[in-house]
């Protein structure tokens, strides 16, 4: 029977040691909760990375066995790849790149890429050793660009799927890379190519005619050889999952505990991992700002941030969690009063249930990425929301601003309009809350994750067959 290989740079399970034990518990990101649910199912498996190094073969014949049971397989990494091909290169170098961050923070380096280039064909490896007839494999995000092309050089009729999680960015910014036709190239073997948005589809389409010699006719480019389809899928969540979790039991009682601690006060809900994409800082001085213009927010407005660490080996990670520590200081110790602090912080990761009662209790969800390929907890925040009331301010720079079109709407620099959108969110009367929230639960009930996997999964089966058709012609 044939089945679906899903590839990720990581797992959807991250394992740790403790005690001289590992464990597993689920990864980070959007893209570890976007596909748990399909690679579960009948003979299908991922493949991916487990977080962590593991050098000893006997603890790696132990992690393997147990990922097993998960249908898992995990390619494992050293700490010389952990450095270059996923600190170096995917997060100095696309990882700035693809978000706009290219002067700032890319760091080009010659052996960062030789790693890219060795660790993507490890990955290849692990494919081909499990990969049958009739296989479809599912190629995911920035860290394995040039898997596609690599697996297709050894099965040159199987069929694959590469999914960008991230912003494809315009060609002024993508043709700085040293190896940019090196990476078209990687993507172009793959037969179907999905992006979040529309604009990620122009500007790849961009790239790919100008720094490649290949043609385009709408979304579809030809080497000649072979055609790719480039489309956008922006990506959705298990709407189900967040609309019933505040139903729970243990859920309610959270809800009941922010209510009684967070009485007469307008919350505000900000939630991100650790990244210089999501304008952190920024929205800390556009909360500082409405602090010292709105005298009757003081004690009266909350803002209840959660940061997930992430990559804080990076250095530009380890910078910006030391900055904003100090911005939330700084803050507090201006404005903080005997019964009242303007920000709760927390730096750590939580369970989905408590993620869940705030999602419920904010009266505001502040969404205000730099730049962000969808973003997620938007569409977190509206499905949680089962009464229909609630505000999301969401950054125009994020895919999800494409279809939450009912949100406000805000440029994350204009720190003075993400300020004014604050005050009119918590002034909204309910029914023009209500008014906004509906059609955005019906879209994200609408375009779930089962929908966003079927959508791909259908059309990658179709241009499957288009390409057999011409190749027989
Ligand atoms: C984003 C990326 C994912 C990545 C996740 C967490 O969502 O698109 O590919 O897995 O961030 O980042 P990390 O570096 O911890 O895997």
Not at 162 to 184: A, D, G, Q, T, V
Request: charged content about 25%; some cysteine; hydrophobic content about 40%.
């Amino acid at each position: 029977m044939s089945k679906t290989i899903i590839v990720s740079n990581r797992l959807p399970v991250k394992i740790s040691k403790t005690d001289g034990a590992y464990h597993s518990s689920p990864s980070e990101g959007g893209l570890a909760t976007g596909l748990g649910s399909i690679y579960k199912q009948g003979d299908n498996v991922w493949i991916g990375w487990p977080g962590i190094e593991i050098a000893e073969q006997e603890d790696k014949d132990q992690v393997t066995k147990e990922l097993k049971e998960l249908s898992l397989i995990p390619v494992f990494l050293d700490q010389e790849e952990i450095n270059q091909y996923y600190e170096g290169f995917s997060n100095e170098v696309l990882w700035p790149v693809f978000h706009y961050y290219a002067s700032t923070y890319a760091a080009y380096k010659q052996s960062n890429w030789d790693y890219y280039k060795a660790v993507n064909k490890k990955f290849r490896d692990m494919i081909l050793s499990i990969a049958g007839p009739g296989d479809v494999i599912w190629i995911h995000d920035y860290q394995l660009l040039l898997l596609p092309a690599l697996v297709r050089q050894e099965l040159p009729d199987v069929s694959i799927g590469f999914f960008l999680h991230i912003p494809f960015p315009s060609n002024e910014m993508f043709r700085l890379i040293p190896w940019r036709s090196e990476l078209l190239d990687g993507m172009l073997g793959a037969d179907l190519i999905g992006l979040h948005t529309f604009d990620d589809v122009r500007h790849f389409l961009g790239a790919a005619t100008r720094l490649l010699p290949v043609t385009s006719s709408a979304n579809i480019i030809s080497n000649g050889e072979r055609s790719v389809v480039i489309e956008s899928f922006p990506m959705g969540i298990d709407e189900k999952r967040y609309s019933s979790l505040p139903l729970q039991e243990d859920v309610k009682q959270q809800i009941e505990l922010i209510r009684e601690n967070f009485q007469n006060k307008k919350l505000i809900l900000s939630i991100d991992r650790l990244d210089y994409s999501k304008g952190i800082l920024q929205r800390l001085e556009a909360f500082q700002l409405l602090l010292e213009q709105c005298p009757e927010c003081i004690e009266h407005i909350t803002l209840y941030m959660i940061v997930v660490p992430s990559r804080d080996t990076v250095p530009q990670y380890a910078h910006l969690r030391d900055e904003i520590d100090k911005k939330v200081g700084k803050i507090n110790a201006l404005y903080r009063t005997m019964d009242w602090s303007p920000v709760h912080y927390y730096y750590r990761s939580f369970p989905i249930e408590t993620l869940s009662a705030l999602y419920y209790s904010a009266d505001v969800c502040l969404v205000t990425p730099m730049r962000d390929g969808m973003n997620l907890v938007s569409k977190e925040y509206v499905a949680s929301r089962i009464n229909n009331d609630g505000v999301l301010i969401m950054s125009e720079m994020a895919g999800s601003s494409k279809e939450l079109i009912d949100a406000i709407i805000v440029n994350p620099n204009n720190t003075g309009e993400v300020c004014r959108a604050i005050l009119q969110a918590i002034n909204m009367p309910l029914e023009e809350q209500r008014r906004r929230m509906i059609p955005m639960r019906q879209l994200v009930a609408k375009f779930n994750t089962s929908h966003w996997v079927k959508i791909f999964m259908d059309r990658l089966k179709e241009v499957k067959l288009m390409q057999r058709s011409m190749q027989a012609r």
